[in-house]
């Protein structure tokens, strides 16, 4: 059973940065996509960023391109996500989900608790 446990949230001021982190356990970290998701109150989960499992393939939400970069370290099993210029309307729970890829399609079976994030 994989685990994911996120850190890294805090409260900012608009323009600022932040680094979360998604450290994994219990499973075959290597061979899963990954990605950070938010949810914000009142509104639906949204995809951030995903990642690949070798870490060459990565993909954005039109909202954070340019502003967030996804990445992974899988020999310290964790996932990374590098947040500049931050806005209030970035202010959400992040999660971070895992799962295996197949047939080209990321499977996201795990999720972890969320840290949160909150922008003024």
């Known amino acids: 059973q994989v685990q994911l446990v996120e850190s890294g949230g805090d409260s900012v001021q608009a323009g600022g940065s932040l680094r979360l982190s998604c450290e994994a356990s219990?499973?075959?970290?290597?061979?899963?996509?990954m990605g950070w998701f938010r949810q914000a109150p009142g509104k639906e989960r949204e995809r951030v960023a995903t990642v690949s499992p070798g870490g060459t393939q990565t993909n954005y939400a039109d909202s954070v391109k340019g502003r967030f970069t996804i990445s992974r370290d899988n020999a310290k099993n964790t996932l990374y996500l590098q947040m500049d210029s931050l806005k209030p309307e970035d202010t959400a729970m992040y999660y971070c989900?895992?799962?295996?890829?197949?047939?080209?399609?990321?499977?996201?079976?795990?999720w972890g608790q969320g840290t949160q994030v909150t922008v003024s």
């Open positions: 989900a895992a799962g295996p890829l197949s047939s080209g399609v990321c499977n996201l079976a795990y």
């Open positions: 219990g499973g075959t970290y290597v061979n899963y996509c």
